[in-house]
């Protein structure tokens, strides 16, 4: 029967969140069509995705999200910001946190028809791995989207972790940060993982979601090529707020 249940609500939610992405995804396309030269950085665009996520939680009598630290993602200043990465509900997660970014993500999302085609239009970075050069072009388009003025959004474990726990980090995040002279704003997400998990469809019944914003990294510090440093602390700070968010949500 419970089964059957989360079976059943999975496909309401799964139908839901496919709606949601037409109704935003058509207005963000006409927008980049006909008027989005008004918008070099793409705000519209962005603010539309943002709706997706804030339409989807509002709508799911099964979510529950609590956002903190959002005072640390200063409006009108450039980040490299990372996250740790357990489910695709982070993507809907980490919109909350109502801030203007541009999102690096593998390229078959862009590959979509319609919800492809409007993250392209949000200016949205596809991360093409396998190819000869691809990463440095992703890496040279994050660049110009910082130089812009623009935030950066990175998952530095690549991919999604199967564990729940915190993969290695890889450089590319503390690389961009390091030669764009921009800080790292670390981000940590507890209660993805428990919604759904890597390779399922199956979506859990009431869940409480919480996202936390830490406090920015100064890079002035770490050297030009002291990528590594940089990396190994911000792993370390992020690791330390998840085992306190998750102790925190453990107690009755």
């Given at each position: 029967m419970k089964n059957m249940f989360l079976a059943l609500v999975s496909i309401f939610i799964w139908l839901m969140l496919s709606t949601l992405s037409?109704?935003?995804?058509?207005?963000?396309?006409?927008?980049?069509?006909?008027?989005g030269w008004f918008d070099p950085l793409r705000h519209f665009q962005h603010f539309m995705a943002m709706m997706w996520s804030h339409l989807a939680f509002a709508l799911n009598p099964f979510w529950n999200i609590q956002v903190t630290g959002r005072s640390h993602f200063r409006?009108?200043?450039a980040y490299v910001a990372v996250s740790n990465h357990s489910s695709l509900i982070d993507i809907l997660a980490i919109d909350r946190l109502?801030?203007?970014?541009?999102?690096?993500?593998?390229e078959s999302l862009f590959k979509i028809p319609l919800f492809g085609w409007g993250m392209s239009c949000c200016g949205y970075i596809p991360l093409r791995r396998g190819e000869h050069g691809s990463i440095r072009s992703?890496?040279?388009?994050c660049l110009k989207w910082l130089e812009k003025g623009a935030s950066v959004m990175i998952f530095p474990e690549g991919t999604r972790s199967k564990t729940g726990q915190l993969s290695a980090f890889k450089n590319g995040a503390f690389k961009l940060a390091l030669q764009a002279q921009k800080p790292i704003l670390p981000i940590v997400v507890t209660g993805t993982a428990d919604v759904l998990k890597p390779g399922s469809w199956i979506?859990?019944?009431?869940?409480?979601?919480?996202?936390r914003v830490l406090p920015a990294i100064d890079v002035s510090s770490f050297g030009p090529d002291d990528f590594v440093g940089l990396r190994d602390q911000t792993r370390r700070v992020m690791s330390e707020a998840l085992a306190e968010m998750r102790r925190a949500a453990a107690k009755p």
């Open positions: 037409i109704v935003v995804t058509v207005p963000i396309i006409l927008y980049t069509l006909f008027l409006k009108h200043h109502n801030r203007q970014f541009k999102w690096l993500a593998k992703s890496f040279a388009e979506i859990s019944g009431k869940t409480k979601i919480h996202v």
